[in-house]
């Protein structure tokens, strides 16, 4: 029940016509091949990375033993030539690479880090395009050799490097891929256990699939353009871990039956610094109680949410989920004292205000609990 949000120290695009050229400080990364440009086939990937410092504290003290799950979530500014169904790959990349200070259409160009040509152009280093390390691998046309390298696998076959989704025409061109085992092996490298402990964190490269990526056809012509680090949006990339830390230990208070529900949520001062973790706690009666002879106030009396019971974060104005209902990783825990839940708020950009959303499910009726439970995130 628990999702914390981790962003790129780094990111940059690679183009395979401007082969020189880095985009460390550009606010958009891209992934395609559009037009042949030159006589070369254009082809963008673009790189991003995570500080493994980071990640190993969220597990270390927050995660520990708990199921969990982690995805790479790239949200998209523009999609061109999406035409046909094709796949998105996020590879681990193999070896160590440098930001650069460069931006697209930059003149004279800006050639201080990672390129098509580069991993670092200022210490000389280039792309390897032969002699890899075993699982390791690249992909490029002879004439216009680069574009990175990357692990397609490892001696643990149980794991996948090659994570994907799928596009086509209509569907959804958020990047949203679960990127679990490729953290896990970094993690198992940092901390030299088990047996992938070569795969060190040198961030993903996303791509399209090898089979299509150099087609030089006008009628296939993608271009995915996702918001960077250095986006001045709301929207920049995220590595999300997720983990089940759900547990429901009731007190004697009775278990709602009456989908007639009105549900407060408390512990919840309306403002949080970014670095803030808070525990909601929900406090819920049925709308029209039944009639009963007490000395005290019937609406004293709190109930439980049932355990099919689920939040959720909206952003306020744009009105889209930062935090959906997932009935593995935002189920709502109880205690003794009530229901409650703990949102991690970095994750959340700040100077904005967000809508906490509840989900039940009672007497086989699905109900959603909008009654504006807000809160804002301020700049520390």
């Not at 460390?24 to 990364?29: A, H, N, P, Q, T």
Request: glycine share 6%; aromatic share 16%; proline share 5%.
């Amino acid at each position: 029940m628990a999702i914390y949000k981790l962003y790129p120290y780094k990111d940059a695009t690679a183009y395979s016509f401007y082969p020189d050229s880095n985009t460390g400080l550009d606010s958009i990364l891209e992934a395609g091949f559009p037009l042949t440009i030159q006589g070369l086939s254009g082809v963008f990937r673009f790189f991003l990375a995570f500080d493994q410092t980071e990640i190993n504290s969220v597990f270390q003290n927050q995660v520990k033993t708990s199921t969990w799950q982690s995805n790479l979530r790239c949200y998209i500014a523009n999609a061109d030539g999406m035409g046909f169904s094709s796949k998105v790959f996020a590879h681990p990349t193999s070896g160590s690479w440098n930001n650069g200070t460069g931006q697209f259409g930059d003149n004279p160009i800006v050639s201080d880090g990672v390129s098509w040509n580069w991993r670092d152009y200022i210490s000389g280093s280039g792309w390897e395009v032969s002699g890899y390390s075993p699982f390791v691998t690249a992909s490029f046309l002879n004439n216009n050799k680069g574009g990175g390298v990357w692990y397609t696998g490892s001696s643990n076959t149980s794991l996948n490097f090659k994570p994907s989704q799928s596009f086509d025409i209509r569907s959804d061109k958020d990047l949203n891929v679960n990127v679990t085992d490729i953290v896990k092996a970094w993690y198992s490298s940092s901390n030299s256990i088990g047996s992938d402990t070569y795969v060190s964190n040198n961030g993903f490269i996303v791509k399209f699939d090898d089979a299509t990526e150099f087609l030089s056809l006008e009628s296939v012509q993608p271009d995915l353009k996702f918001f960077s680090v250095d986006t001045h949006t709301i929207y920049p990339p995220e590595l999300e871990i997720k983990w089940r830390d759900y547990s429901f230990a009731p007190g004697t208070s009775p278990i709602i039956t009456d989908s007639q529900i009105y549900a407060s949520v408390t512990e919840n001062p309306g403002f949080f610094y970014p670095d803030s973790i808070n525990r909601f706690r929900i406090n819920c009666r049925p709308k029209y109680p039944t009639r009963v002879y007490q000395t005290s106030s019937i609406n004293t009396n709190n109930y439980y949410l049932p355990s099919s019971s689920y939040y959720a974060i909206k952003d306020l104005d744009t009105n889209e989920y930062v935090i959906d209902f997932d009935t593995t990783y935002t189920q709502i825990s109880a205690d003794s004292t009530s229901n409650y839940f703990d949102i991690y708020m970095n994750g959340l950009q700040p100077e904005r205000y967000y809508k906490i959303l509840i989900q039940t499910v009672v007497n086989n009726n699905t109900i959603i609990l909008d009654n504006d439970y807000y809160f804002k995130i301020i700049n520390g």
